[in-house]
């Protein structure tokens, strides 16, 4: 089945903010305006319910993209950055902003300002960034509401009432392959799936210990942790009506 890409504009900005943790939010923006960085960290205030926007992740945690058109020969053209701390992150980076196999480059780390040990003196006043919540949110500020996920403190009684689902996927190594099933099932995701969801990629060669935690033997895996009871899929990714099954969702394709 071929599926059709994800819409974005030909010429746009967009910035991904991380935590050391692993979470994410990033924002995609054709105007290029201003001040992201600072929407970005005081929603994250909001979704973790920390006691001030965590403006000390600004630079070391982020990655831009800037997709712009160039007046001399009047085609598009890309330049993408991520600091040290994120470039880890480039498939993933990848599929949020459709760029398909780009390398990203390496963005000077700041001394003093990067330094590993100042920015854990924040541990222990934000300790929530330093958790994994599986979190991939989609920071869009032309909508009145915002696509992310509440206070982690309120999870729990959220999700008793608001269909939501959290997804692993766990992979091998990065390759061609791997960019090609992150692609088609983000698109898959995007299109179809009609609730909020985060979608978390784990590279079973770096991190085996959350393979043997989430009993994971062969990749791709897809994991679906939340809503109970956890169901995986293994194998075959472009299947669409079995992925929607084991998600036991309602919508049709």
């Known amino acids: 089945m071929t599926t059709p890409k994800l819409f974005l504009p030909k010429v746009f900005k967009g910035i991904a903010l991380f935590t050391?943790?692993?979470d994410l939010i990033y924002c995609i923006?054709?105007?290029k305006q201003g001040r992201w960085h600072l929407h970005l960290c005081a929603a994250l205030q909001e979704i973790l319910d920390l006691p001030e926007p965590p403006h000390f992740l600004v630079p070391c945690y982020t990655a831009t993209v800037d997709h712009w058109l160039d007046p001399h020969t009047h085609q598009i053209r890309t330049f993408a950055e991520?600091?040290?701390?994120?470039?880890?992150?480039?498939?993933?980076?990848?599929?949020?902003?459709?760029?398909?196999?780009l390398i990203w480059q390496?963005?000077?780390?700041?001394?003093?300002?990067?330094?590993?040990?100042?920015?854990?003196?924040y541990r222990s006043t934000f300790p929530q960034l330093w958790e994994d919540h599986d979190l991939i949110i989609?920071?869009?500020?032309?909508?009145k509401a915002p696509k992310y996920y509440p206070p982690v403190k309120a999870t729990q009684s959220v999700q008793q009432k608001t269909q939501c689902y959290v997804l692993r996927l766990f992979i091998?190594?990065?390759s061609a392959n791997t960019e090609r099933i992150l692609h088609n099932l983000h698109e898959m995701l995007e299109r179809s799936l009609k609730y909020p969801y985060t979608l978390k990629v784990i590279d079973v060669l770096t991190h085996p210990e959350q393979a043997e935690i989430d009993q994971v033997s062969a990749t791709p895996t897809l994991v679906k942790v939340w809503p109970?009871?956890?169901?995986?899929?293994?194998?075959?990714?472009?299947?669409?009506?079995?992925?929607?099954?084991?998600?036991?969702?309602?919508?049709?394709?």
């Open 138 to 143: 989609n920071l869009d500020l032309s909508e």
């Open 172 to 174: 091998a190594g990065h």
């Open 82 to 101: 991520a600091y040290p701390a994120v470039l880890q992150h480039q498939a993933l980076l990848n599929v949020i902003f459709g760029t398909g196999d």
């Open 106 to 121: 390496a963005a000077p780390w700041q001394d003093g300002l990067c330094d590993r040990m100042v920015l854990a003196t």
């Open 228 to 253: 109970q009871p956890i169901r995986r899929i293994v194998g075959d990714l472009d299947n669409a009506e079995k992925i929607f099954q084991m998600l036991g969702a309602t919508e049709k394709l």
């Open 20 to 22: 050391p943790g692993g």
């Open 29 to 31: 923006d054709p105007n």
